[in-house]
């Protein structure tokens, strides 16, 4: 990214429910595990990505996740885990 | 939501939790944890009265900062060092068992890489800055203003901007407060400029560039506790800045027009001419070097230190400053090699035993933030006892469960709840450094990226310190102000302004707050982790 086009990112007004797109991977914060859903759920702005082959230990750690379905009326993704890539900024 | 159980980032397994230490949620379900998972997780501590108790040590530093700078006005980081001294010393009389737990948390705490990497930076943007101080940068801003020739209804909103160009050079807004109160406060008045309105406008430069410039110690806390990189948070930040800081230079405009000045007999131009002189403004190219380098994504240290480069050749070839004036070596006379060397410029030979020592630029800017390191170091070790303690994460459970039930929700927290604890704490950074955690804790659930997470927490700092009659930024100007009858004669008692009296016209900090409750909701500016990660914050 060029040194003008850092300070020109972002200016723009982004939704509160952001879309997904299956087939590409994202990096995530898992935010919670839903033990029914055998899941963990990141959530992205208001959008809900459930993640599975997750467990408890996952939630708070950055993951990469390989988006698999995008229901955009409800906001709602799936998505397979495939590697933490990064803890919280202050892990504490 | 009533099936799922919430586990907190880093948290222990739930199956070990006792019932007793579940969350507070009114969700029977809802489990929380925090504090580290499995292997990592440290030993947690236990305190008389729950939870809660261990924010004792923060609460009672919280108090004792209200105390001494709200209430007292007593702008001093050492004096906040004994508070928070004080305060882990009073929380261990409430923990259960053996204190040992606690003791370690302390070195624990203090470990973390956050306070560690804020104060590098800060020393090395100390240094920094204070080279472009003596070499007479702000000199050859007064010299700009005289040569354009402004009036005294423009006066306010070039003071303003040359502040703003000012402090985002040297990082530091309570010295440049001091700075152009000191030269800039006097000139504009005996132009006929109102000087509540001036005084206003020299806050809200420092305000502009203690958010933007990236050797702000308040710049440099928001990146390292979001982990993100110091250029790249800058670089996203000046949209808000600017945001903010047209309108902020219309209302000067408009109000340095409508609100007359005080009559007082002086020559402005005489007093302006005295004090200018460009050869400082050499500096906005030590200024430029940096920003460049740390916006192109330069490790932070290598990016000041091209800038001090810069400052320290600028210093000498144009003769701004002598070599002594950066380091000097004073020694007494009776040292083995002091006679002989003293052809040395940095040797210089001191008949008052108190003089001897190191000193000159490089010292001078490094030591102004040897007491807030320390600070920062205490206040973190607090943090985390409240992190073993529990306490963190019951706030934390509080603040999802009734306000940041959304991500717009979530942002506004996050504005409220640094606007709040930087309005009641006058020591700006010491606020930012107390409520980073819990930023960075509410911006990740939502994913929000560290660059926007950062650029919420200090926006609030910087506007915030620069407000209020208790205000750090208020204080530093208020006080520099009241040395200013007996340096000029026709300067007035009457002619210092009520720290009261300027709050409605700190413009920039107002309008700053208001852009990012105005970006809160709208989403201006909002970026998720999936539409950009900030780089790595440049950690040593």
């Keep these: 990214m060029s040194l003008l086009s850092k300070y020109f990112r972002g200016w723009s007004f982004r939704t509160t429910h952001p879309v997904l797109e299956p087939g590409k991977e994202v990096n995530v914060f898992l935010a919670e595990y839903d033990p029914s859903e ?27 996740v390989a988006v698999r379905e995008f229901q955009p009326d409800d906001s709602i993704g799936y998505g397979e885990f495939v590697e933490v890539v990064g803890e919280s900024s202050y892990a504490g | 939501m009533t099936d799922v159980k919430f586990i907190w980032a880093d948290s222990e397994p739930y199956s070990e939790w006792d019932e007793s230490e579940m969350s507070e949620s009114t969700d029977p379900e809802v489990m929380t944890g925090f504090g580290g998972d499995g292997e990592e997780e440290g030993p947690r501590i236990e305190f008389y009265g729950g939870r809660g108790m261990s924010a004792v040590p923060i609460a009672f530093f919280i108090v004792w900062a209200i105390a001494q700078t709200a209430l007292w006005r007593i702008s001093d980081t050492a004096g906040l060092i004994a508070g928070m001294l004080i305060g882990l010393i009073v929380g261990m009389f409430f923990v259960k068992g053996n204190w040992k737990t606690y003791a370690n948390t302390i070195f624990e705490g203090m470990t973390q890489p956050v306070a560690v990497t804020a104060i590098v930076a800060w020393i090395w943007a100390g240094m920094f800055a204070q080279l472009l101080q003596d070499g007479g940068f702000v000199d050859g801003l007064i010299w700009l203003a005289n040569v354009a020739g402004v009036g005294a209804a423009l006066f306010p909103a070039v003071t303003f901007v040359l502040a703003a160009v000012f402090t985002t050079g040297i990082g530091t807004g309570y010295g440049s407060t001091v700075a152009f109160v000191t030269l800039f406060f006097p000139a504009g008045v005996l132009l006929g400029a109102n000087p509540v309105v001036m005084f206003g406008a020299i806050l809200s430069g420092a305000i502009f560039g203690d958010n933007l410039a990236p050797v702000s110690d308040t710049t440099i806390v928001s990146a390292v506790t979001q982990d993100s990189d110091i250029g790249g948070v800058v670089a996203s930040r000046f949209k808000y800045a600017l945001a903010a800081a047209i309108p902020a230079a219309i209302a000067y405009v408009l109000v340095g027009g409508a609100f007359s000045g005080v009559d007082v007999a002086g020559d402005a131009q005489q007093l302006l001419v005295a004090q200018s002189d460009p050869v400082g403004l050499v500096h906005l190219l030590s200024m430029g070097v940096l920003l460049v380098l740390a916006i192109s994504g330069r490790h932070i240290v290598e990016a000041i230190s091209w800038g001090i480069v810069v400052a320290v050749a600028a210093n000498l070839l144009l003769g701004l400053s002598s070599v002594a004036d950066i380091v000097s070596f004073n020694a007494p006379a009776d040292a083995p090699l002091a006679e002989p060397l003293a052809f040395l410029p940095f040797l210089r030979i001191v008949e008052d035993p108190e003089a001897v020592g190191v000193s000159g630029s490089i010292i001078d800017g490094a030591s102004g933030f040897f007491a807030l390191s320390i600070l920062v170091l205490l206040i973190i070790a607090a943090a985390q006892i409240m992190i073993r303690g529990g306490a963190f994460q019951a706030i934390l459970d509080w603040s999802l469960e009734n306000l940041a039930t959304n991500v717009r929700n979530a942002e506004l927290t996050m504005v409220g709840s640094a606007a709040l604890i930087n309005a009641i704490i006058t020591i700006n950074t010491a606020a930012e450094v107390a409520i980073g955690p819990y930023i960075s ?100």
């Design chain 1, 38 to 64: 055998e899941a963990a759920i990141a959530l992205v702005g208001d959008t809900r990505l459930y993640v599975s082959n997750t467990g408890p230990e996952h939630v708070g750690k950055r993951v990469r």
């Design chain 2, 441 to 540: 804790k509410i911006g990740e659930r939502f994913n929000l990226n560290g660059y926007r997470r950062a650029n919420i927490l200090d926006a609030q700092t910087a506007a915030l310190g620069y407000i209020f009659p208790w205000s750090g930024g208020v204080l530093v100007g208020y006080t520099a102000m009241q040395e200013l009858p007996a340096q000029y004669e026709w300067f007035d008692q009457s002619l210092v302004v009520n720290p009261v009296e300027v709050v409605p016209f700190v413009f920039h900090g107002w309008l700053l707050v208001a852009v990012f409750v105005l970006a809160a909701i709208t989403g201006f500016g909002r970026e998720y982790l999936i539409d950009r990660e900030s780089g790595e914050v440049a950690r040593v």
